[in-house]
């Protein structure tokens, strides 16, 4: 991999960084990682402030910026250097003045944070910049010496909206954070729907994007969700009524609908919320206590969640690398992401293909319109259809011989998403015929309690009650860390056959990993367990070989995110305070060192690394030093997280202590361990929506194995696997290849950890020397 501080090769550069359009949770976390990035690599750094208007006014607009200017940036919500729509931009006169006081300040590259216009408006500067340099000589503005050194301009773009509007990137820096602030008002609002037995119309964001409202209705299992990019039906009226009316019939006592303020029918007649209350509360029709609910600004406000804020760092990191790297024939690139992967694409195409989603709007061609949207989003669609119409849809329904009956066993500690993961997977085998069964309480549950309590242990899902669990945390059918071969193989085959179970389907952490590798092994001895098998990883750890990604992992970054800003910010009377938080992870640092990224921790601590008397020294002597060069302007305390197994020794609070003593009335330090905390109350959107879309992926895997022989399950390596996220890519691996070839069983997690390489960007962005010895 090539190194995360590349070598400065040609002249010194100056780069600017700008926000522009509309705020988004996350651009703060962009901008601090520019900048201080911008410094390590031996640029220098600036801000444009107030976007385009800065660039156009220039003078005091355009700021120098060093090192500490953006200390603690991450945890402040909008922007700190100023936002603004800018008129004069749209116009050649604005850009000339534009190139005029870039050269005058001798910024040659430019980063721009910003929504598809202002990536748009980048684009056009960069391709005019020749004739604009060319005419500021022509009119006297400026000498052929003085643009000389300034013949190319670099323009990287980085996505920030809250809207998730561009194409060619899954997520756009703030987007998950408005979703998560639209989730929270969502769950509040059914609180009260539900004890009112009442109906509640919630619009969100999103004129040409439907991102937002399809995302939230997927989180938070919204009865109808109407979407700029694919209307309803014609009938879309008789639709809505006839999906709430079942939802009421089976028992519902609320009633959610989510409206994107760009939502409209086959014609393009906008449909408002005013419109759907009034057909809710129709006397002839549903006759429902029907509210409204504008979410309005709330929904772009507060400070970012985690996810915003490591992809905010990353991509910033990224955005100075490729202006390091861009040549003249380099296309302007933009940062985006696809699934788990960080990638430079070109701006011009990007920005092309969201205007033609517009326009395909406006024109009424719904299909173009979903087809240029990311594959993710028509999942996400077609996910949420299955979840909304579970028992409706007789079209999707298998003849009777293909259906199949599915074991359902949450295995490991809870974590968030399993619940979610658990109600779309029973939604979608009610759609298709299947016969969802629920195991109680892991192998221990399903080994002990079947024969004192048949109906209790193992029993069929009842849609209704799970229908309740978009949102919930925990594990509603309870889980366990005991294995099968704990309770003996053969008693567990006997109850795979008891049970006639064609398919199974385990939501778990490491525990459920070796779970699927000792049934995958036992297969050959027993003819009831050859059957499709596949895993959901769901562990706040990350831990699970086969994926980069575990469900709930996020919802215990955002818990560990939000309690480091309440620890560092109770620092602010004193200032000079050293917090040492112990973070949950198992024996992997993923979670210590994605939270270390997303709160500007000074040294994260890993399994991985570990800890040696050297290194603490080391971090001692350089707390010394930072905190006695701080001007006393910064407010809040300074964090170290350690993982609770980085060392069997050096504990928080030993190294909390070693501090403490060390610094010598300096400054203090103090240890903190958050605890269960981490695993999260209500889990993250993320989580949540991710659970829906990788459950249904899996019961149709399950699904393409129906009625195959024992012989041919043992042969098809891919009848046992894990579902994954890796790279830009959802996959099953098989079990026999990931137990194998990327298990490090010893230490309970994968042996490549995708994330290793993040652990640098810690230490670069928090100024940690280089040369700290590791063990
Ligand atoms: P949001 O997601 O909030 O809409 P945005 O970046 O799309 O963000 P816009 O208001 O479209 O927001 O654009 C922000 C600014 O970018 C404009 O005020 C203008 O200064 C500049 N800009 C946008 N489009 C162009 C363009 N076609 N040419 C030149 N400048 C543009």
């Not at 109407?226 to 006839?242: L, Q, T, Y």
Request: negative net charge.
């Amino acid at each position: 991999m090539a190194p995360i501080v590349p070598p400065l090769s040609g002249r010194k550069r100056r780069i600017a960084v700008m926000t522009s359009g509309g705020d988004s949770p996350g651009m703060n976390g962009a901008i601090r990682a520019v900048i201080r990035m911008a410094i390590e690599v031996g640029c220098e750094s600036y801000a444009v402030l107030e976007g385009y208007e800065g660039l156009v006014q220039g003078g005091d607009l355009i700021k120098r910026m060093d090192w500490e200017d953006v200390r603690g940036w991450q945890s402040e919500g909008g922007t700190l250097i100023g936002t603004a729509r800018c008129l004069a931009f749209y116009e050649r006169a604005g850009r000339l003045k534009g190139a005029k006081n870039m050269i005058l300040n001798g910024i040659d590259a430019l980063i721009i944070c910003g929504g598809d216009g202002s990536l748009t408006g980048a684009d056009k500067f960069r391709t005019e910049w020749p004739s604009l340099i060319g005419e500021l000589v022509k009119t006297g503005e400026l000498t052929q010496e003085q643009i000389d050194p300034f013949k190319q301009l670099n323009i990287v773009g980085l996505v920030g909206s809250i809207d998730n509007d561009m194409s060619g990137t899954d997520a756009t820096i703030g987007c998950f954070s408005a979703l998560a602030n639209i989730c929270e008002m969502i769950d509040k609002v059914e609180a009260t729907a539900a004890s009112h037995s009442r109906a509640f119309v919630v619009e969100v964001m999103g004129r040409h994007c439907g991102w937002l409202a399809l995302m939230a209705g997927v989180a938070t299992g919204a009865d109808f969700v109407f979407i700029p990019e694919k209307p309803r039906s014609e009938n879309w009226r008789d639709e809505m009524c006839k999906v709430i009316a079942r939802h009421r019939e089976i028992g519902k006592r609320k009633t959610i609908v989510i409206v994107a303020e760009g939502a409209h029918d086959m014609q393009g007649n906008k449909i408002s919320s005013e419109m759907l209350r009034e057909l809710l509360a129709d006397k002839k029709g549903l006759a429902l206590d029907t509210r409204i609910t504008v979410l309005g600004h709330v929904q772009r406000g507060g400070t970012a969640c985690a996810y915003d804020r490591y992809l905010a760092t990353l991509q910033g990191v990224e955005a100075v690398r490729a202006v390091l790297d861009a040549t003249p024939d380099t296309p302007t690139p933009f940062i985006a992401i696809n699934e788990n992967k960080i990638t430079r694409k070109p701006l011009v195409q990007a920005v092309l293909d969201t205007q033609a989603v517009a326009k395909a709007i406006e024109n009424q061609d719904f299909e173009r319109a979903m087809s240029l949207r990311d594959t993710e989003f028509s999942d996400f669609h077609q996910a949420y259809l299955t979840t909304t119409t579970a028992d409706l849809d007789d079209a999707r329904r298998l003849p009777d011989k293909k259906r199949m009956r599915i074991g359902i066993i949450h295995v490991g500690a809870p974590a968030g998403g399993v619940n979610a993961a658990t109600r779309a997977a029973v939604a979608y085998c009610l759609t298709r015929g299947h016969t969802p069964i629920a195991i109680h309480n892991g192998f221990a549950g399903f080994a002990r309690h079947h024969d004192d309590k048949p109906l209790g242990a193992v029993r069929e899902f009842d849609w209704l009650e799970v229908d309740g669990w978009a949102s919930k945390g925990g594990s509603e059918i309870g889980m366990n860390r005991e294995l099968p071969g704990d309770s003996g193989m053969e008693l567990i085959a006997s109850l795979f056959s008891k049970y006639k179970f064609d398919g199974l389907f385990i939501i778990g952490g490491f525990e459920g990993f070796h779970a699927l590798s000792q049934l995958r092994e036992a297969r050959e001895k027993y003819s009831s367990l050859c059957i499709p098998m596949t895993l959901l990883p769901a562990t706040i750890s990350n831990n699970v070989p086969g994926t980069e990604y575990s469900l709930g992992s996020d919802t215990c970054l955002n818990e560990l995110v939000a309690y480091c800003d309440k620890i560092k910010q109770s620092a602010s009377a004193s200032r000079r305070r050293v917090f040492v938080i112990e973070t949950q992870g198992g024996r992997s640092g993923y979670v210590a060192t994605l939270a270390g990224l997303a709160v500007g921790a000074v040294a994260v601590y890993t399994p991985e690394e570990g800890i040696n008397i050297q290194m603490l020294a080391a971090d001692i002597t350089h707390l010394k030093e930072v905190f006695q060069q701080d001007s006393g302007q910064s407010r809040a305390g300074r964090l170290i997280l350690v993982n609770e197994k980085a060392s069997t020794v050096y504990t928080a609070k030993l190294i909390a202590d070693m501090i403490k003593v060390e610094a010598n009335g300096r400054f203090e330090s103090r240890d903190s361990i958050p605890g269960h905390v981490q695993q999260g109350g209500v889990p993250s959107p993320m989580d949540r929506t991710r659970a829906v879309r990788l459950a249904i992926k899996c019961i149709e895997h399950l699904e393409s194995y129906e009625d195959r022989g024992d012989g041919a399950i043992l042969s098809d390596s891919h009848s046992a696997t894990v579902i994954g996220i890796k790279g830009a890519q959802v996959v099953f691996s098989p079990m026999k290849e990931v137990e194998e070839i990327e298990t490090d069983w010893k230490n309970r997690r994968p042996l490549n950890e995708f994330w290793t390489p993040l652990k640098e960007v810690v230490d670069v962005l928090s100024g940690r020397p280089k040369d700290i010895p590791r063990p």
